[in-house]
């Protein structure tokens, strides 16, 4: 089985949105966004939200993580994937589920109680610093990069 063309893996806990499409898809080129995230796969209010954002001519899918997990190795080779995700913890039950993600760009990971900011626009705390690093010991290459003329920083950095 051919493995899935994919040419994005980002976290954005906002998810799609004008920002994801209008620079990022066409920066890397996706025809295609898959949202792996169990609640939205549900909710079509959420849904229908997001396709608002996305450009004629981008398919958008929203599946469960298991559901993405199951399918994304029967991908066509024509599908340029894009997988939008919400949380390091998700990405990570990605990869423990097969899906071949070998780099991460991380966007924006909002303020929550219990979280510290170490960039512009990335807040972690411990659980998911240690989700950054198991992804890390996975082989996953890491980086934060909110647009995608900016220069990559290396997270690791502010957590190690």
């Not at 209008?22 to 890397?28: K, L, N, R, S």
């Not at 792996?36 to 004629?56: C, F, W, Y």
């Not at 996953?140 to 290396?154: H, L, M, W």
């Amino acid at each position: 089985m051919a493995e899935p063309n994919i040419v994005l893996t980002r976290i954005d806990n906002r998810l799609v949105h004008g920002q994801v499409v209008t620079a990022w898809i066409q920066h890397a080129g996706a025809n295609l966004i898959i949202v792996p995230h169990d609640e939205i796969a549900e909710n079509k209010t959420r849904q229908g939200l997001m396709n608002l954002a996305v450009s004629t001519g981008t398919q958008i899918r929203y599946f469960s993580i298991q559901k993405t997990c199951d399918i994304i190795h029967k991908a066509a080779p024509r599908q340029l994937i894009a997988l939008i995700v919400e949380t390091p913890q998700d990405v990570l039950k990605l990869v423990k589920g097969g899906v071949p993600i070998k780099v991460l760009n991380i966007g924006n990971m909002h303020m929550a109680v219990g979280k510290k900011q170490i960039t512009k626009a990335i807040c972690v705390d411990e659980d998911d610093i240690n989700t950054f690093k198991e992804l890390r010991k996975l082989g996953v290459v890491i980086e934060a990069q909110r647009v995608p003329n900016e220069q990559k920083e290396d997270i690791f950095k502010y957590i190690d």
